[in-house]
Protein backbone atom coordinates (compact mmCIF):
# COMPACT_ATOMS: atom_id res chain seq x y z
CA UNK A 1 0.00 0.00 0.00
CA UNK A 2 2.94 2.36 -1.12
CA UNK A 3 0.93 4.99 -3.01
CA UNK A 4 -1.85 5.94 -0.02
CA UNK A 5 -1.88 8.43 2.69
CA UNK A 6 -1.16 8.34 5.64
CA UNK A 7 -4.49 8.67 7.01
CA UNK A 8 -5.79 5.77 4.37
CA UNK A 9 -3.42 3.55 5.68
CA UNK A 10 -3.73 4.37 9.47
CA UNK A 11 -7.56 2.61 8.64
CA UNK A 12 -6.44 0.04 5.81
CA UNK A 13 -2.70 -1.14 5.89
CA UNK A 14 -2.08 -4.67 7.67
CA UNK A 15 -6.08 -5.79 7.23
CA UNK A 16 -7.16 -8.89 6.60
CA UNK A 17 -9.90 -10.88 7.19
CA UNK A 18 -10.83 -14.35 7.83
CA UNK A 19 -12.64 -16.90 5.97
CA UNK A 20 -15.49 -15.87 8.32
CA UNK A 21 -15.45 -12.09 6.44
CA UNK A 22 -15.62 -10.26 9.51
CA UNK A 23 -14.88 -6.54 8.93
CA UNK A 24 -13.28 -5.39 11.84
CA UNK A 25 -9.78 -7.44 12.56
CA UNK A 26 -10.69 -10.53 14.65
CA UNK A 27 -9.13 -10.96 18.29
CA UNK A 28 -7.09 -14.16 17.81
CA UNK A 29 -6.96 -15.24 21.76
CA UNK A 30 -5.09 -18.21 21.24
CA UNK A 31 -1.46 -18.91 22.76
CA UNK A 32 -0.47 -21.80 20.58
CA UNK A 33 -1.69 -22.94 16.56
CA UNK A 34 -2.13 -26.20 15.01
CA UNK A 35 -0.97 -27.91 11.94
CA UNK A 36 -1.44 -30.00 9.26
CA UNK A 37 0.69 -32.31 9.75
CA UNK A 38 4.32 -33.96 11.46
CA UNK A 39 5.34 -32.78 8.55
CA UNK A 40 3.92 -28.93 8.97
CA UNK A 41 4.88 -28.62 12.39
CA UNK A 42 8.39 -29.63 11.42
CA UNK A 43 8.60 -26.96 8.42
CA UNK A 44 7.30 -24.40 10.47
CA UNK A 45 9.65 -25.54 13.54
CA UNK A 46 12.41 -25.08 10.55
CA UNK A 47 11.45 -22.19 9.31
CA UNK A 48 11.39 -23.62 6.08
CA UNK A 49 7.83 -22.72 6.32
CA UNK A 50 6.39 -19.72 7.39
CA UNK A 51 3.43 -19.59 9.69
CA UNK A 52 2.13 -19.08 13.70
CA UNK A 53 3.15 -21.65 15.99
CA UNK A 54 2.80 -19.64 19.41
CA UNK A 55 1.93 -16.51 20.43
CA UNK A 56 4.98 -15.60 22.11
CA UNK A 57 6.53 -15.36 19.08
CA UNK A 58 3.70 -14.29 16.73
CA UNK A 59 0.13 -13.98 16.69
CA UNK A 60 -2.46 -12.64 13.93
CA UNK A 61 -3.73 -9.59 15.77
CA UNK A 62 -0.42 -8.81 17.01
CA UNK A 63 0.76 -9.05 13.43
CA UNK A 64 -1.68 -6.82 11.98
CA UNK A 65 -0.88 -3.96 14.36
CA UNK A 66 2.95 -4.19 13.65
CA UNK A 67 2.07 -4.35 10.07
CA UNK A 68 0.18 -0.90 10.41
CA UNK A 69 2.54 0.78 12.19
CA UNK A 70 5.46 -0.51 10.53
CA UNK A 71 3.94 1.40 7.74
CA UNK A 72 3.20 4.55 9.27
CA UNK A 73 6.22 5.04 10.69
CA UNK A 74 8.48 3.88 7.73
CA UNK A 75 10.36 1.28 8.69
CA UNK A 76 10.93 -2.10 6.97
CA UNK A 77 9.87 -3.95 10.84
CA UNK A 78 8.12 -3.55 13.81
CA UNK A 79 8.31 -5.99 16.63
CA UNK A 80 4.84 -5.03 19.51
CA UNK A 81 6.10 -5.38 23.22
CA UNK A 82 3.69 -6.08 25.97
CA UNK A 83 4.35 -1.81 27.25
CA UNK A 84 6.60 0.85 26.08
CA UNK A 85 9.35 0.05 29.12
CA UNK A 86 9.39 -3.48 27.58
CA UNK A 87 10.40 -2.09 24.20
CA UNK A 88 13.31 0.12 25.47
CA UNK A 89 14.22 -2.62 27.23
CA UNK A 90 13.86 -5.32 24.68
CA UNK A 91 16.23 -2.92 22.58
CA UNK A 92 18.72 -2.19 24.86
CA UNK A 93 19.16 -6.01 25.74
CA UNK A 94 19.25 -7.12 22.24
CA UNK A 95 21.81 -4.57 20.26
CA UNK A 96 24.39 -3.75 23.62
CA UNK A 97 26.27 -5.90 25.05
CA UNK A 98 28.69 -6.29 28.15
CA UNK A 99 31.25 -3.53 27.89
CA UNK A 100 29.54 -1.51 25.29
CA UNK A 101 28.59 2.13 26.49
CA UNK A 102 25.12 4.13 25.90
CA UNK A 103 24.48 7.84 25.76
CA UNK A 104 20.95 9.14 26.77
CA UNK A 105 19.01 11.95 26.98
CA UNK A 106 18.68 13.50 30.64
CA UNK A 107 15.22 14.40 29.58
CA UNK A 108 13.51 11.07 29.71
CA UNK A 109 10.88 9.50 30.89
CA UNK A 110 11.09 8.78 34.87
CA UNK A 111 11.21 4.66 34.74
CA UNK A 112 13.72 4.95 31.06
CA UNK A 113 16.72 6.57 33.55
CA UNK A 114 15.61 4.08 36.28
CA UNK A 115 15.60 1.23 33.74
CA UNK A 116 19.74 2.44 32.97
CA UNK A 117 20.97 3.20 36.31
CA UNK A 118 19.57 0.13 37.85
CA UNK A 119 18.87 -2.82 35.40
CA UNK A 120 20.66 -2.09 32.40
CA UNK A 121 23.71 -0.91 34.39
CA UNK A 122 23.82 -4.44 36.75
CA UNK A 123 24.70 -5.56 32.68
CA UNK A 124 28.17 -4.06 32.88
CA UNK A 125 27.13 -1.17 30.43
CA UNK A 126 28.13 2.51 30.86
CA UNK A 127 25.14 4.90 30.73
CA UNK A 128 26.27 9.07 30.12
CA UNK A 129 23.94 11.47 30.46
CA UNK A 130 23.70 15.06 28.21
CA UNK A 131 21.20 17.88 27.48
CA UNK A 132 18.60 16.43 24.45
CA UNK A 133 19.44 19.50 22.60
CA UNK A 134 22.82 20.04 23.04
CA UNK A 135 24.33 18.37 19.79
CA UNK A 136 28.06 18.59 20.73
CA UNK A 137 27.62 17.20 24.12
CA UNK A 138 26.14 14.18 22.25
CA UNK A 139 29.47 13.95 19.64
CA UNK A 140 31.47 14.78 23.05
CA UNK A 141 29.71 11.89 24.92
CA UNK A 142 30.47 9.13 22.09
CA UNK A 143 32.86 6.70 23.14
CA UNK A 144 34.89 3.86 20.90
CA UNK A 145 32.81 1.41 22.68
CA UNK A 146 29.35 3.94 22.31
CA UNK A 147 26.68 1.58 20.47
CA UNK A 148 23.56 3.15 21.10
CA UNK A 149 22.11 6.88 21.56
CA UNK A 150 19.00 7.22 22.98
CA UNK A 151 16.51 9.65 23.56
CA UNK A 152 12.81 11.30 23.48
CA UNK A 153 11.76 14.15 21.45
CA UNK A 154 10.02 16.89 22.25
CA UNK A 155 11.22 15.98 25.87
CA UNK A 156 7.79 15.60 28.81
CA UNK A 157 6.94 18.38 30.33
CA UNK A 158 8.66 21.03 29.16
CA UNK A 159 8.69 20.03 25.10
CA UNK A 160 12.76 20.33 24.56
CA UNK A 161 13.87 19.37 20.92
CA UNK A 162 16.55 17.55 19.30
CA UNK A 163 17.70 17.87 15.19
CA UNK A 164 17.13 14.82 14.58
CA UNK A 165 18.29 14.64 11.32
CA UNK A 166 21.60 16.71 12.17
CA UNK A 167 22.18 13.88 15.39
CA UNK A 168 21.59 11.04 12.73
CA UNK A 169 24.57 12.49 10.67
CA UNK A 170 27.05 12.79 13.79
CA UNK A 171 25.75 8.86 14.94
CA UNK A 172 26.07 7.53 11.42
CA UNK A 173 29.81 8.96 11.40
CA UNK A 174 30.84 7.39 14.87
CA UNK A 175 28.88 3.86 13.60
CA UNK A 176 26.44 4.37 16.74
CA UNK A 177 22.73 3.40 16.65
CA UNK A 178 20.21 6.40 17.12
CA UNK A 179 16.69 4.93 18.75
CA UNK A 180 13.91 7.77 19.16
CA UNK A 181 11.22 7.66 21.64
CA UNK A 182 8.71 8.66 19.82
CA UNK A 183 5.69 8.11 22.15
CA UNK A 184 4.85 12.10 22.79
CA UNK A 185 4.02 12.85 19.23
CA UNK A 186 3.41 9.16 17.07
CA UNK A 187 3.69 8.54 13.25
CA UNK A 188 0.75 11.36 12.80
CA UNK A 189 3.56 14.15 14.16
CA UNK A 190 6.93 13.28 13.17
CA UNK A 191 8.69 10.49 11.59
CA UNK A 192 12.24 9.63 13.05
CA UNK A 193 13.19 7.30 10.50
CA UNK A 194 12.44 9.45 7.61
CA UNK A 195 14.48 11.91 9.60
CA UNK A 196 17.75 9.51 9.84
CA UNK A 197 16.73 7.31 13.05
CA UNK A 198 17.62 3.89 12.81
CA UNK A 199 15.10 2.86 15.55
CA UNK A 200 11.65 3.88 16.60
CA UNK A 201 10.34 3.09 19.95
CA UNK A 202 6.88 3.36 21.27
CA UNK A 203 4.64 3.57 24.32
CA UNK A 204 1.66 2.49 22.75
CA UNK A 205 -0.02 2.94 25.93
CA UNK A 206 -0.56 6.62 25.43
CA UNK A 207 -1.57 8.22 22.27
CA UNK A 208 -1.74 5.11 20.23
CA UNK A 209 -4.33 3.63 22.24
CA UNK A 210 -5.51 7.46 23.45
CA UNK A 211 -7.99 6.04 25.68
CA UNK A 212 -6.13 5.03 28.49
CA UNK A 213 -7.82 1.57 28.21
CA UNK A 214 -3.82 -0.92 28.28
CA UNK A 215 -0.90 -1.07 27.93
CA UNK A 216 1.61 -1.62 25.01
CA UNK A 217 5.15 -0.67 22.97
CA UNK A 218 7.21 -1.59 19.99
CA UNK A 219 10.10 -1.48 18.63
CA UNK A 220 10.42 -0.08 14.98
CA UNK A 221 13.23 -0.45 12.20
CA UNK A 222 15.35 -2.42 9.73
CA UNK A 223 14.85 -5.68 9.12
CA UNK A 224 18.00 -6.82 10.57
CA UNK A 225 17.70 -5.01 13.95
CA UNK A 226 13.88 -5.96 14.13
CA UNK A 227 15.20 -9.53 13.93
CA UNK A 228 17.40 -9.10 16.97
CA UNK A 229 14.64 -7.43 18.82
CA UNK A 230 12.17 -9.77 18.42
CA UNK A 231 14.77 -12.84 19.25
CA UNK A 232 14.88 -11.03 22.37
CA UNK A 233 11.33 -10.95 23.05
CA UNK A 234 10.53 -14.53 21.77
CA UNK A 235 13.09 -15.85 24.16
CA UNK A 236 12.16 -13.51 26.99
CA UNK A 237 8.61 -13.39 26.97
CA UNK A 238 7.43 -9.62 27.02
CA UNK A 239 5.11 -10.21 23.80
CA UNK A 240 1.84 -8.27 23.37
CA UNK A 241 -1.46 -10.06 24.35
CA UNK A 242 -4.01 -10.31 21.41
CA UNK A 243 -6.38 -8.18 23.02
CA UNK A 244 -4.17 -5.16 23.56
CA UNK A 245 -3.21 -5.50 20.37
CA UNK A 246 -6.68 -5.54 18.89
CA UNK A 247 -6.92 -2.11 21.34
CA UNK A 248 -3.95 -0.04 19.80
CA UNK A 249 -4.77 -1.84 16.33
CA UNK A 250 -8.23 -0.16 16.23
CA UNK A 251 -6.38 3.01 18.06
CA UNK A 252 -4.12 3.42 14.96
CA UNK A 253 -7.15 3.99 12.54
CA UNK A 254 -8.22 7.62 14.47
CA UNK A 255 -4.85 8.35 15.44
CA UNK A 256 -4.34 11.35 12.67
CA UNK A 257 -7.00 13.05 13.88
CA UNK A 258 -6.94 12.85 17.34
CA UNK A 259 -4.05 14.14 17.35
CA UNK A 260 -4.60 16.84 15.38
CA UNK A 261 -7.64 17.69 17.92
CA UNK A 262 -5.32 17.24 20.91
CA UNK A 263 -2.70 19.72 19.36
CA UNK A 264 -5.40 22.45 18.19
CA UNK A 265 -6.83 21.80 21.94
CA UNK A 266 -3.27 22.49 23.54
CA UNK A 267 -2.41 25.37 21.50
CA UNK A 268 -5.71 27.42 22.35
CA UNK A 269 -4.75 26.00 25.97
CA UNK A 270 -1.72 27.31 26.12
CA UNK A 271 -2.50 30.56 24.64
CA UNK A 272 -5.19 31.39 27.10
CA UNK A 273 -2.47 30.43 30.04
CA UNK A 274 0.05 32.85 28.26
CA UNK A 275 -2.61 35.62 29.36
CA UNK A 276 -2.69 34.75 33.03
CA UNK A 277 -1.60 36.62 35.74
CA UNK A 278 -1.06 34.42 38.04
CA UNK A 279 1.04 32.41 35.47
CA UNK A 280 4.50 32.91 35.45
CA UNK A 281 5.56 31.07 32.10
CA UNK A 282 3.71 28.50 29.81
CA UNK A 283 5.95 25.94 27.96
CA UNK A 284 4.61 24.70 24.95
CA UNK A 285 6.39 23.91 21.62
CA UNK A 286 3.37 25.68 19.43
CA UNK A 287 4.13 28.66 21.41
CA UNK A 288 6.21 30.78 18.91
CA UNK A 289 7.81 31.81 21.86
CA UNK A 290 9.21 28.50 23.10
CA UNK A 291 12.96 28.21 22.37
CA UNK A 292 12.85 25.25 20.16
CA UNK A 293 9.37 26.79 17.77
CA UNK A 294 11.76 27.06 14.98
CA UNK A 295 13.30 23.86 14.92
CA UNK A 296 10.32 22.18 16.04
CA UNK A 297 8.36 23.61 13.00
CA UNK A 298 11.08 21.65 10.72
CA UNK A 299 10.83 17.78 11.46
CA UNK A 300 7.27 17.80 13.15
CA UNK A 301 4.17 18.34 11.61
CA UNK A 302 2.35 19.17 14.82
CA UNK A 303 2.90 20.48 18.37
CA UNK A 304 1.33 17.86 20.25
CA UNK A 305 -1.01 17.76 23.66
CA UNK A 306 1.64 18.26 26.41
CA UNK A 307 1.39 21.58 27.71
CA UNK A 308 3.38 22.93 30.83
CA UNK A 309 3.13 26.21 33.20
CA UNK A 310 4.46 27.39 36.07
CA UNK A 311 2.01 29.14 38.80
CA UNK A 312 3.45 32.05 40.65
CA UNK A 313 4.28 30.65 44.29
CA UNK A 314 5.59 27.15 45.51
CA UNK A 315 4.13 24.21 45.09
CA UNK A 316 1.59 25.01 47.85
CA UNK A 317 -0.04 27.24 45.42
CA UNK A 318 0.24 24.51 42.49
CA UNK A 319 -1.17 21.99 44.60
CA UNK A 320 -4.06 24.49 45.26
CA UNK A 321 -4.68 24.94 41.23
CA UNK A 322 -4.44 21.16 40.65
CA UNK A 323 -7.23 20.40 43.66
CA UNK A 324 -9.69 23.17 42.51
CA UNK A 325 -10.28 21.72 39.36
CA UNK A 326 -13.39 19.62 39.34
CA UNK A 327 -13.17 17.81 35.90
CA UNK A 328 -9.91 16.95 34.94
CA UNK A 329 -8.82 14.28 36.03
CA UNK A 330 -5.32 14.41 38.29
CA UNK A 331 -3.37 11.30 37.23
CA UNK A 332 0.72 11.58 36.07
CA UNK A 333 -0.53 9.37 32.93
CA UNK A 334 -0.99 10.96 29.49
CA UNK A 335 -2.01 10.77 25.90
CA UNK A 336 -5.86 10.09 26.67
CA UNK A 337 -8.98 11.93 25.57
CA UNK A 338 -9.71 12.91 28.96
CA UNK A 339 -7.65 15.67 29.74
CA UNK A 340 -5.04 14.95 32.59
CA UNK A 341 -3.46 17.18 35.56
CA UNK A 342 0.34 16.92 37.18
CA UNK A 343 2.48 17.98 39.25
CA UNK A 344 5.94 16.70 38.04
CA UNK A 345 8.11 17.58 40.85
CA UNK A 346 6.18 15.23 42.92
CA UNK A 347 5.23 12.75 40.52
CA UNK A 348 6.71 11.88 37.29
CA UNK A 349 10.00 13.46 38.67
CA UNK A 350 9.37 12.70 42.31
CA UNK A 351 12.63 10.45 41.96
CA UNK A 352 14.91 13.09 41.39
CA UNK A 353 17.08 14.92 43.47
CA UNK A 354 16.71 18.68 43.92
CA UNK A 355 19.84 18.94 41.64
CA UNK A 356 18.49 16.71 38.81
CA UNK A 357 15.36 18.19 39.18
CA UNK A 358 17.18 21.88 39.18
CA UNK A 359 19.21 20.77 36.03
CA UNK A 360 15.72 19.55 33.89
CA UNK A 361 14.25 22.63 34.85
CA UNK A 362 11.41 20.88 36.86
CA UNK A 363 10.04 23.49 39.14
CA UNK A 364 8.11 22.85 42.27
CA UNK A 365 5.60 25.98 40.47
CA UNK A 366 5.53 23.71 37.37
CA UNK A 367 2.32 22.24 36.84
CA UNK A 368 1.91 19.39 33.28
CA UNK A 369 -1.38 19.09 31.42
CA UNK A 370 -1.87 16.64 28.66
CA UNK A 371 -4.66 18.08 26.76
CA UNK A 372 -7.47 15.77 25.89
CA UNK A 373 -10.61 15.57 23.53
CA UNK A 374 -13.03 17.48 25.37
CA UNK A 375 -14.14 21.11 24.67
CA UNK A 376 -11.45 23.12 25.54
CA UNK A 377 -13.75 25.78 26.54
CA UNK A 378 -14.62 23.81 29.24
CA UNK A 379 -10.97 22.50 30.21
CA UNK A 380 -9.46 26.12 30.27
CA UNK A 381 -13.35 26.34 32.39
CA UNK A 382 -12.35 24.39 34.73
CA UNK A 383 -8.43 25.09 34.90
CA UNK A 384 -9.62 29.14 35.47
CA UNK A 385 -11.08 27.82 39.32
CA UNK A 386 -8.18 27.33 40.57
CA UNK A 387 -6.51 30.06 39.08
CA UNK A 388 -9.15 32.56 40.57
CA UNK A 389 -8.36 31.22 44.30
C1 LIG B 1 4.84 6.18 29.32
C2 LIG B 1 6.09 6.28 28.56
C3 LIG B 1 6.97 5.20 28.50
C4 LIG B 1 6.69 3.89 29.21
O1 LIG B 1 5.64 3.22 28.60
P1 LIG B 1 4.72 2.12 29.36
O2 LIG B 1 3.78 1.71 28.27
O3 LIG B 1 4.07 2.81 30.51
O4 LIG B 1 5.62 1.04 29.79
C5 LIG B 1 8.12 5.34 27.76
N1 LIG B 1 8.40 6.50 27.11
C6 LIG B 1 7.58 7.56 27.16
C7 LIG B 1 7.94 8.81 26.41
C8 LIG B 1 6.40 7.50 27.88
O5 LIG B 1 5.59 8.56 27.94
Redesign the pocket.
Known amino acids: MKDLSFDTKAIREGYRTTQEQEHSEAIFLTSSFVFDSAEQAAKRFSKEESGNIYARFTNPTVDAFEKKLAALEGSEACVATA????A?FATIMALVESGDHIVASRN??G??IVLLNTIVAKFNVEISYVNLGDLSQWKDAIQDNTKLLLL?TPS?PLGEVVDIAALSKISQASNVLLAV?N??LTPALQNPIALGADIVIH????YIDGQGRC???AVLGSEAIIEQVSAFTRATGPSLSAFNAWIVLKGLDTLSLRMKAHSDNALKLANWLSQQDQVEKVHYLGLESHPDYALAKTQQSGFGGIVSFEIKGGREVAFQVINATEMLSITAN?GDTKTTITHPASTTHGRLTDKEKQQANITESLIRISVGLEEVHDVINDISKGLLV
Open positions: SGMSIMFTSENDAISATKLAGL
